[in-house]
């Protein structure tokens, strides 16, 4: 299987990704998971995301998809993928096509309230990445991470002005996506304004 996760900015897409990889043995590729952690070894494509990603904008389309056409070329990635971020404009939509066929793109779908609550509670590990909501799906221990015991942060473009940006690149940039992926016909659209285990559901039956 080869999936795309598509939707703005907090629509749960990396915590429904971890899911489905376990769920399908796939691997998740998150191009903002690939990023910060190029931000963090000081590479030099990480000195240059790292600009875009504290503006809230879009790190430059060639810059991703050569990123992207390495990754995928990966042995890791023969047997399928899920995609949690990537394509996120018309431009790398284009360049995915050209190099593999996809299967499904689900596209999580909530309103803008509910995506600034929920980032403004977010708390993520910064060592292996996990993902907590302080409501909806809490530590065990209050600031630590359950799978590693490290210190959850708040990610440095979580703060209300950056979120703003965030939806507006989403708006402009990304969303044009829906009618791109509506007119190859492998489009779903799914409420993501539900519990995580509802969406779960629904995510397994998709791709069951
Ligand atoms: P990226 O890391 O991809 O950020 P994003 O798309 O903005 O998505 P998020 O990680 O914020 O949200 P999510 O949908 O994964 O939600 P989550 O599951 O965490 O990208 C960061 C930056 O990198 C970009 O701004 C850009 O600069 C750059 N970048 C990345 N890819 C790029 C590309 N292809 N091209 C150019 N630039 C790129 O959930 C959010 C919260 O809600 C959590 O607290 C979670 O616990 C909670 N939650 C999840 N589901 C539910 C639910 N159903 N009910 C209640 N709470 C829930």
Redesign the pocket.
């Known amino acids: 299987m080869r999936l795309i996760l598509l939707?703005p900015?907090?629509?749960?897409?990396?915590?429904?990704a971890v899911y489905l990889s376990e769920l399908l043995s796939i691997p998740a590729i998150?191009?903002?998971?690939i990023?910060?952690a190029e931000v963090k070894a000081g590479s030099e494509l990480g000195l240059t995301?790292k600009r875009?990603?504290e503006s809230?904008?879009?790190?430059p389309d060639d810059t991703?998809i050569d990123m992207m056409r390495s990754r995928l070329a990966d042995q890791e990635c023969a047997g399928g993928f899920l995609l949690?971020?990537?394509?996120?404009?018309v431009t790398?939509a284009r360049a995915l096509a050209s190099l593999v066929t996809i299967d499904k793109v689900l596209a999580?779908e909530i309103p803008k309230e509910v995506i600034i609550s929920?980032?403004g509670?977010?708390?993520s590990c910064p060592e292996c990445k996990a993902?907590?909501?302080l409501e909806?799906?809490p530590p065990q221990e209050e600031g630590k991470c359950d799978g590693c015991s490290t210190d959850l942060i708040i990610r440095a473009?979580d703060a209300p002005e950056t979120i703003r940006s965030?939806l507006e690149?989403y708006e402009y940039q990304t969303s044009p996506l829906l009618e791109f992926y509506s007119s190859t016909g492998n489009l779903v659209r799914i409420d993501?304004d539900?519990?995580?285990a509802a969406?779960k559901a629904d995510l397994a039956k998709l791709v069951g």
């Open positions: 939707g900015p907090g629509a749960g897409k990396g915590t429904q998150s191009t903002g998971d990023l910060r995301a875009y990603m809230g904008g879009l790190v991703i949690d971020g990537f394509p996120r404009t790398q999580l929920r980032l509670a977010r708390r993902v907590y909501h909806h799906q473009d965030r690149a993501g539900r519990s995580i969406i």
